[in-house]
């Protein structure tokens, strides 16, 4: 089933010839029949439009010579708060229901350049705005490895796509954990990336504090060569590439660029059991700044460790999706140190500065329209219109103390290992969890500060999947590096990958559960 195999391997269909644009349509689409009425990840289809590209493509043939990232008629899906030429661009919001882009985002037009069909716009909360995929146009994006939970957000229509195999390759964006959230709680790959790494047409963000957090794009798979693969495709033309990727004696090979060959490079470490050279530490709950569920924290631990000379098995029996995920004492013979920035105060800087990022929002929603949004929205926008000069000045001054001592830390270390998120996906039907092990919370922004507080150091951090829950959830451990160290968390990502095979987890079938969403946890 083609469905099955990963974007590398059907990139290299494409570029022998084995298969056809068409083909890899074709078995997207029916995937896509099967999966998405239970799991609402694509709600935004263009089959035919992506069927007169893939003829388009095959008559025209491959350019000369092959950019590193070409992708050669894969099929490709874009998270709907991205501009699609000719396709509906809602943003999740029934303001904006019948709204079809005019041009193609610079992103789009870029990976429309480099290969790639666009079949779908993913699922998204309106505006981006929560870490829970659900809006009034589309409903709720369930996650496939239990229909009865969340797939995260706000990404969570190109995570679960993924997981449910409907798409090889997606975009996501991030601002405080929308790529790896949803990576972790659906058992795939997503990549927050260094800001200005990936351009597209974000709105300019006028105050000042609110340039200090930005969202930004980045890429999505179910391993992390295919994440590799995808960002080398988005990211501005870097010089990168000149390995071999694929071919065999006396045939062409594509050529491979920069970060699908760190991938390669880690890969082939942890498949020979080789742990990369780098300087790890773990934090659990990033010095106190917020609370983590004992279980999910314990199997990050266990990812950390590994790099450290343990076991760092995760949660789980390998290949059963069950397991407490505490492990044993032999097998972690070696600990990831306990180390991080300082994150003081990082729920309120968070919160001022995630406000302060919304300013440049006010002036498209008068407030005879803010009824229209839903309620988180509404809230946002209020905040950030009552954010006054002191809150910037203070956010500024406590963002400068937590930039130096980032810069202080990666002196030390080269990459934080932490939780992806605080606690498990929560049941779908609600919006987000008001308390969690006795703290309450009395906004959305609070619950998700995990991944939250790590975007305000402004480096790329890595989701990839490291156990599963005794209840059969997946769990995601990020690999946080400095600004511009994206190779690294990918060698780094793909070694771990390859030692311990979660990815052989993806994906799941929620096609084989009933359609009720009362299916029971440890769906495939």
């Not at 709680?185 to 957090?213: I, N, S």
């Not at 606690?423 to 039907?429: A, D, I, K, R």
């Not at 995601?476 to 990918?490: C, D, F, H, K, N």
Request: charged share 20%; with cysteine; aromatic share 6%.
């Amino acid at each position: 089933m083609p469905w099955r195999l990963s974007a590398v391997e059907c990139v290299e269909l494409l570029r022998s010839g084995q298969a056809t644009p068409l083909q890899l349509v074709e078995a997207c689409r029916e995937r896509w029949e099967a999966t998405d009425p239970l799991v609402n990840a694509l709600p935004i289809t263009a089959w035919d439009e992506a069927r007169a590209r893939a003829r388009e493509l095959a008559a025209r043939g491959w350019p000369d010579p092959l950019p590193p990232g070409y992708l050669y008629g894969m099929p490709l899906v874009v998270k709907d708060v991205i501009a699609v030429k000719g396709m509906r661009f809602t943003m999740g919001s029934k303001l904006m229901a019948d709204r079809v882009a005019q041009e193609d985002d610079p992103l789009v037009q870029r990976l429309k350049e480099r290969g790639a069909i666009v079949v779908a716009k993913s699922n998204t909360p309106e505006y981006a705005i929560g870490s829970h995929t659900f809006n009034e146009i589309f409903g709720a994006t369930r996650n496939p490895w239990n229909l009865a939970l969340s797939a995260g957000g706000s990404s969570g229509g190109s995570a679960a796509a993924l997981a449910a195999g409907s798409a090889w390759l997606a975009t996501g964006t991030d601002l405080g954990g929308s790529l790896r959230n949803p990576a972790a709680w659906c058992c795939v790959v997503g990549l927050r990336t260094t800001p200005g790494l990936v351009p597209t047409d974000e709105p300019a963000v006028p105050h000042r504090a609110g340039q200090r957090l930005q969202s930004v794009a980045g890429p999505m798979a179910r391993c992390v060569r295919d994440a590799a693969l995808l960002l080398d495709a988005m990211a501005a033309p870097d010089g990168g590439g000149g390995q071999s990727g694929g071919g065999g004696a006396g045939e062409e090979r594509r050529p491979v660029g920069r970060y699908e060959a760190a991938a390669l490079a880690g890969a082939a470490a942890g498949a020979a059991g080789r742990r990369p050279q780098v300087r790890l530490a773990f934090s659990a709950d990033l010095g106190g700044a917020t609370p983590v569920d004992p279980e999910v924290a314990e199997i990050c631990r266990a990812a950390a460790d590994w790099f450290c000379g343990g076991g760092g098995g995760g949660g789980g029996q390998e290949g059963s999706g069950s397991g407490s995920g505490s492990g044993s004492s032999a097998r972690r013979a070696a600990r990831a140190p306990e180390d991080c920035p300082d994150f003081t105060d990082a729920a309120r800087l968070f919160h001022v500065l995630r406000c302060a990022s919304c300013q440049g929002m006010l002036a498209l929603f008068a407030p005879e329209m803010r009824k229209n949004l839903k309620p988180d929205m509404i809230w946002q926008l209020e905040v950030a219109e009552a954010l006054t000069e002191e809150d910037a000045a203070w956010a500024e001054a406590r963002h400068d103390a937590l930039l130096a001592s980032r810069d202080e830390f990666f002196s030390r270390r080269d990459i934080m290992a932490s939780p992806a998120a605080m606690m498990s996906p929560f049941p779908v039907e609600i919006r987000w969890p008001s308390e969690f092990q006795g703290r309450r919370f009395t906004d959305y922004t609070q619950w998700l500060l995990m991944c939250g507080a790590v975007s305000l150091l402004a480096g790329p951090g890595i989701c990839v999947p490291c156990g599963f829950t005794a209840a059969g959830l997946p769990v995601g451990v990020v690999l946080t590096g400095p600004p511009g160290s994206e190779a690294r968390v990918i060698e780094a990502a793909a070694a771990y990958e390859a030692a311990h095979g979660w990815a052989r987890r993806v994906p799941c079938e929620p096609g084989a559960a009933a359609a009720a969403a009362a299916a029971a946890p440890g769906l495939n």
